[in-house]
């Protein structure tokens, strides 16, 4: 009987831990915004990229450790000049997070989740509770990394070459 209950734990603790290799329905039709303010969806942004990898960083312009990360991020774009940089931004001032990307000089395509880092499908489907948080998507719009808090992560650079 013991035996028969580990077992089921192992079980159950192995599903809680799976991670995805693509994103669910409804984080694909989230609602993002562009920087011209433009309404869209986080599959077609994510579609318009097919055939290329993406690194996506979500990030806000109020986090410290996501401006900390900012020059890695960078660096990875020199080495990495045919990845696409999409930054997902949770902040819920658009006003700042528009500011911020200028203000850190940040290159790359830029959106806004408006309802922030503890609501909407996409961060929930990511299960936010820390920024920054990065991820790798694919050619073909796999996801090859799912969960990488820091920019200087070797996961990241691992799933970039692949």
Request: glycine fraction near 8%; proline fraction near 3%; include cysteine.
């Amino acid at each position: 009987m013991i035996k028969q209950i580990a077992f089921i734990s192992f079980i159950f603790a192995s599903c809680i831990f799976v991670t995805p290799t693509q994103f669910s329905e409804k984080a694909l039709n989230d609602t993002l915004f562009s920087l011209k303010g433009e309404k869209t969806t986080f599959k077609k942004i994510i579609n318009q990229y097919k055939g290329k990898k993406v690194l996506i960083d979500v990030w806000a312009s109020w986090c410290g450790d996501c401006i900390g990360g900012l020059p890695k991020v960078k660096m990875l774009q020199k080495e990495f000049p045919n990845v696409v940089f999409l930054f997902l931004s949770v902040d819920e001032d658009a006003d700042r997070w528009k500011n911020g990307v200028e203000r850190f000089k940040i290159i790359g395509e830029h959106y806004n989740l408006p309802k922030g880092m503890k609501n909407g499908d996409f961060v929930n489907f990511l299960g936010v509770s820390w920024i920054p948080r990065y991820l790798v998507v694919d050619e073909f719009g796999g996801i090859t990394l799912f969960n990488a808090t820091k920019s200087s992560d070797k996961k990241i650079v691992e799933a970039l070459k692949k």
